[in-house]
């Protein structure tokens, strides 16, 4: 049974470009949910998706969008990129309305120049 | 503003010690705490959760203590291996029915032979 997985595991861009993200929820995982984490710093909520729709958001610019596919899979991007969006991100799978836990996988580093 | 607090910010132990870990909080109304353990470069993973009315709860060498009253949470490693080097990671969940987490930055603990 896989866990989640993200791709690609590294990242470099320059600034001003775009990327995009990828994550595979756990099976049987319908709720996904992104973060940055900033070196030696916790996880900063980014958005969370169910159902295809953007339920949440954390305090982040229109820079940062996602989706989500009829397969629960999830895409992030970010646009005009800055040096600042260099981090881990993190995506974490569960099943709504349930108190299991968000299971991560192991991020995607990006490192902008 | 939802908040968690962590102490220390890292800590250093010779292996088989001891050591409690410190998480302070401020979400409200609470749900739910989490205990996360975080490797280099790899995502976090669940190892305990409180609910309100639970006090301690132990999985392993991993001891979990809560006092909702003051709002604040405990993590004790007994006999510590050097596997246990990680960075440690409070998470408190909110009551309004979302998954929606609020992660503290974490203590990165060291464990030396």
């Known amino acids: 049974d896989a866990g989640v997985t993200q791709s690609p595991t590294h990242l470099i861009k320059t600034r001003g470009q775009q990327v995009t993200l990828r994550c595979s929820p756990k099976?049987?995982?319908?709720?996904v949910s992104w973060y940055q984490q900033a070196l030696g710093q916790g996880p900063q909520f980014i958005f969370q998706?169910?159902?295809?729709?953007?339920?949440q958001r954390g305090n982040f610019p229109d820079r940062f969008s996602g989706h989500q596919f009829p397969n629960y899979s999830s895409e992030l991007n970010v646009n005009a990129l800055l040096l600042g969006d260099s981090a881990l991100y993190l995506c974490?799978?569960?099943?709504?309305?349930?108190?299991?836990?968000?299971?991560f996988g192991d991020g995607t580093r990006l490192s902008i120049l | 503003k939802n908040q968690v607090e962590q102490s220390p910010q890292s800590l250093i132990i010779l292996e088989g010690k001891n050591c409690t870990l410190q998480?302070?909080?401020?979400?409200?109304?609470?749900?739910?705490l989490r205990w996360y353990k975080q490797d280099t470069g790899r995502g976090p993973v669940s190892l305990t959760i409180?609910?309100?009315?639970?006090n301690t709860k132990s999985n392993g060498r991993y001891t979990a203590t809560l006092d909702a009253d003051t709002k604040q949470s405990s993590l004790h490693i007994t006999a510590s291996q050097l596997s246990d080097s990680a960075s440690y990671i409070c998470v408190v969940r909110d009551q309004f029915g979302n998954e929606k987490l609020t992660f503290g930055t974490g203590t990165r603990l060291t464990i030396i032979p």
């Open positions: 998480c302070n909080y401020t979400v409200s109304p609470f749900s739910n």
């Open positions: 409180m609910t309100f009315s639970e």
């Open positions: 998706y169910y159902e295809e729709e953007e339920r």
């Open positions: 974490a799978s569960s099943l709504r309305a349930t108190n299991q836990p968000q299971h």
């Open positions: 099976s049987g995982h319908d709720t």
